[in-house]
């Protein structure tokens, strides 16, 4: 996906700058580290399904939820630190402010800690004098789960610090090795018990992941720390403002904002699920939400790279160069997006069975509703780092606060009146609404001309390719595609619908080439990326020699 960060020329494409090759790299390894996220989740999803009921599972979910909405509520105190850091940090780094980037490193760490101990503290009361009240839905032999996870309030606070700071000095690379090594930990202890034991208690479970956590966590410590020793300067670091502070509250502010009401809302929907339906459904409703992060992921894994980037084209004054580059993000990534959603969507009932155990094919039909309900919100990833990249946060906030307004009262109207399945159709009505609210903002506000022709033809060749293939699915080709697995002695595989993968993809491709989704001029743009020098680089380039045969002008 290093493909979305070009810059589109009718005349000549234009020089790609080390900046821009940062950019591809910073991509590279954010998809690497999203989608190495997920990998690991299967994983351990696959250990968990197969350890502890389902019923078990939802108590888990909940109580994490509870965790994560306490580490929500952290991140207004002070509010977007990490968002200022990646507005900030690459800026200063560019203009070789160094002294007011290392105070600004230094002051961010020790303002987070003055606001994460009282809470830390304050939570833990909490979970003691208010235990009748969390047991209502946690049950009562389950409330220890509150107290094992207690450590990750400290730990998830200040480990997205630590990352906001590696993010803005390009280290993406250090976050994916930290990644590596913390699940590696995790799922080793999850083997072990599954393998030896059969069988995990959830306190087990809890304190494993805390474990692996920590780990992490101090190694994490020990990167940011060599990082503020490496940078040296002539000045005397300049001790933290007032109107430090005021930059960095105005600026986060309305970033925390937008932010959580994002989070929050889901938060709002597990635990309605909790109280209108039974704890299993949280389970269905949490792998729904897992299998649909594997196409979302592609686009949150690019969003702080671009973030960081535009802000460093804007310091530069190269604001002209913004609505190319726009434009080539929404195309690429909704062409990804669209293709990734269209294969995910005939492999739900494979996924299910291999990695969670045929028992759970009761989620399937959540699952695939699921699955398309961000089909129109593709275009909140590349606003919302422009948003951030010009200072323009509160326009987030304003967007996602309709969003809420669009999304609950429906949502809420069918879940308590008619159940899951109709409150996830109501999720694609007003995601769909939430979209729209979305392209207009980016017209407006942020004075992008989006190239609509393009953008309509991908949802049209979507939507053709998908309806015929399911109808063909429908009345002949899941037949066939049973008949040839059972000829093949492969029946294991008789979820696996194939057949209409191919034919899926196969007019998605065709229809994209026939309508010229992808020009020529795009394939040469591409090229500009890669390093002849590099083999990978090299190989890459023969391979967009082969497209740019297949496209045309």
Do not use: C
Request: charged residues 15%; glycine residues 4%.
């Amino acid at each position: 996906m290093v493909t979305l960060m070009t810059y589109d020329d009718k005349d000549e494409t234009e020089k790609i700058t080390s900046e821009h090759r940062n950019l591809a790299k910073n991509s590279f390894y954010s998809i690497l580290n999203t989608y190495g996220t997920f990998l690991f989740t299967l994983i351990i999803t696959f250990f968990i399904a197969r350890l502890i009921s389902k019923e078990a599972w939802g108590y888990l979910i909940l109580a994490n939820s509870y965790i994560l909405i306490i580490t929500i509520i952290l991140t207004f105190l002070p509010p977007g630190l990490n968002q200022t850091l990646n507005y900030f940090i690459p800026r200063y780094y560019a203009l070789n402010q160094i002294s007011r980037l290392k105070s600004l490193i230094k002051y961010s760490l020790i303002l987070k800690i003055i606001f994460l101990i009282p809470v830390f503290f304050i939570s833990f009361l909490l979970f003691i004098f208010l235990s009748d009240l969390f047991a209502l839905n946690l049950t009562e032999e389950n409330l220890n789960l509150l107290f094992l996870l207690s450590p990750l309030i400290i730990i998830n606070s200040l480990e997205i610090i630590f990352n906001s700071i590696n993010q803005g000095f390009n280290k993406y690379n250090l976050l994916f090795i930290l990644l590596i090594l913390k699940y590696s930990i995790y799922i080793g202890f999850l083997a072990y018990f599954f393998f030896f034991l059969k069988t995990i208690t959830l306190e087990t479970l809890v304190i494993t992941n805390v474990i692996a956590s920590l780990i992490s966590f101090i190694l994490n410590f020990l990167i940011i720390l060599k990082i503020y020793i490496k940078i040296k300067t002539d000045k005397q670091i300049s001790k933290f403002s007032k109107e430090d502070l005021q930059r960095i509250i105005k600026y986060g502010i309305p970033v925390r904002v937008g932010k959580f009401l994002t989070e929050i809302w889901v938060e709002i929907q597990t635990q309605a699920i909790s109280i209108f339906e039974s704890s299993d459904q949280i389970t269905g409703f949490n792998i729904s939400r897992t299998y649909l992060s594997i196409s979302v992921n592609i686009l949150a894994s690019l969003s702080s790279p671009l973030t960081i980037s535009f802000s460093r084209i804007i310091a530069k004054n190269g604001t002209n160069r913004i609505e190319s580059l726009y434009n080539l993000f929404v195309k690429y990534s909704l062409f990804m997006y669209l293709l990734i959603t269209g294969i995910l969507y005939y492999v739900v009932d494979f996924f299910i069975v291999v990695i969670l155990g045929e028992t759970y094919l009761v989620y399937s039909e959540l699952i695939k509703i699921y699955l398309f309900s961000y089909l129109f919100l593709i275009f909140a990833s590349p606003f919302d780092a422009l948003m951030l990249a010009e200072n323009k946060a509160k326009y987030i906030a304003q967007i996602r606060f309709y969003g809420l307004l669009v999304r609950a009262p429906l949502f809420f109207i069918l879940l308590i009146n008619f159940g899951m399945i109709p409150a996830f159709y109501g999720i694609l009505i007003s995601n769909f609404l939430y979209g729209i609210g979305y392209l207009l903002f980016t017209i407006k506000i942020g004075r992008i001309k989006l190239n609509f022709k393009n953008i309509f033809f991908q949802y049209i060749i979507y939507f053709v390719s998908l309806g015929i293939s399911m109808i063909l699915h429908i009345f002949f080709v899941n037949k066939w595609n049973f008949l040839i697995l059972k000829q093949l002695n492969l029946l294991f595989f008789q979820n696996f619908y194939f057949l209409s993968l191919i034919i899926f993809i196969f007019i998605f491709i065709l229809l994209s080439v026939v309508f010229k989704v992808f020009t020529k001029n795009d394939i040469e743009n591409l090229k500009g990326f890669f390093n002849k020098e590099k083999k990978l680089h090299r190989f890459s380039n023969k391979v967009l020699k082969i497209l740019k045969k297949i496209f045309r002008d």
